[in-house]
Structure formats: C-alpha cells, structure tokens
C-alpha cells in the first residue's frame, strides 16, 4: 500500500516553553551542544553511535535545575563551566540588545560601523547604550554553564540506526 501501512501512526512533536514573566532575563534556560575546541567535546559536533555527547545548560540567576530525562542512555553532570561567548548584537535604531546567555562578567566589545558608544549591562544579559543607533556590536563576554554529558545511548536504538535522542530538562524559578 506505498509507504505507509493504513495501521500506522504518524505522530510529531513540539517544545513549548512557558514562563510567568517572559522578559524576566532571571528565568531564563538555555540548552546547547558544547561546540567549543577546548570544551567538553574538544570542537566535535557530529557524533555516531557511541559516542558521549557534552552539552551545556546556562541557567539565569532564578532557575533551579532539578534533574535531567533523556530517552535512552544516561547523562551525567560534570560541574560547573565558565565559558567565553563572543557575540554580534544589532541595534535596529534601538538602545537595546540582549545577549543569548546570562552574562557572569562583561570583556570587550567593538562597534563594527557606526558607534553606539558606551555600553552597560542591564538584568542578566541585556545591553543598553545612552541613545538609539543603527549598528552591530560585537560582545565578549564570561558565561556560567552547567556541564552534562549524554553516554551509554544502545545502538542500534529499537532497530533504528539514525536516531535522535531527546533530553529533558526539569527545572523550576526560584
């Protein structure tokens, strides 16, 4: 009967996140492979079956991580990390910009272009200068991480031998 048996089902998933105040920068979590060449998969992110997989939580100041789920294998904490970003922000005619994780300490920054001037953290990761601009910034900055590692994942996985694997966070505002 082609491709699909009429017995079949087809199903899909979608994350939702939810939070009480969305532009609270505090409740943030962000989730991410370890891409870094010194970091805890030394610049690899393509992995095959086997292989452990390091990822990195970056938490904002109110969030509680309480346990993480995958759908095979196990993971692992392995403590805390301080990880330096470097990131291009843009000012559409703003004053605004946030950064994508919770800054622990700001480095340096460059105007590429027009100069918006000074710049000064505002929460957690939210830069603001003295008045709007059209211009990128670009931002180095000290971030916290959690480090965990995905490990022991069977292969193949119920007789699948391309296969995702889903981990869950479980984590509450504090």
């Given at each position: 009967m082609g491709?699909?048996?009429m017995g079949?089902?087809?199903t899909s998933s979608i994350v939702v996140?939810?939070?009480d105040n969305l532009a609270d920068d505090e409740q943030l979590l962000n989730a991410q492979i370890d891409s870094r060449p010194g970091g805890l998969n030394k610049g690899k992110t393509s992995f095959y079956p086997g292989d452990g997989v390091g990822f990195l939580l970056y938490p904002g100041a109110s969030v509680q991580i309480e346990g993480l789920r995958s759908t095979a294998g196990q993971v692992s904490a392995l403590g805390a990390q301080?990880?330096?970003l470097k990131e291009h922000l843009t000012f559409a005619d703003s004053d605004t910009a946030n950064l994508s994780q919770p800054v622990l300490g700001l480095g340096g920054y460059k105007w590429l272009g027009?100069?918006?001037g000074a710049i000064t953290l505002s929460g957690e990761?939210?830069?603001k200068i003295a008045k709007p601009v059209l211009g990128v910034l670009v931002v180095v900055y000290q971030a916290r991480a959690f480090g965990y590692r995905l490990a022991g994942?069977?292969?193949p996985l119920s007789g699948a031998y391309e296969y995702p694997v889903l981990v869950a966070v479980d984590a509450s505002a504090a």
């Open positions: 491709l699909r048996d079949d089902d087809i996140n939810f939070a301080t990880v330096v027009n100069d918006g990761r939210t830069i994942v069977p292969h």
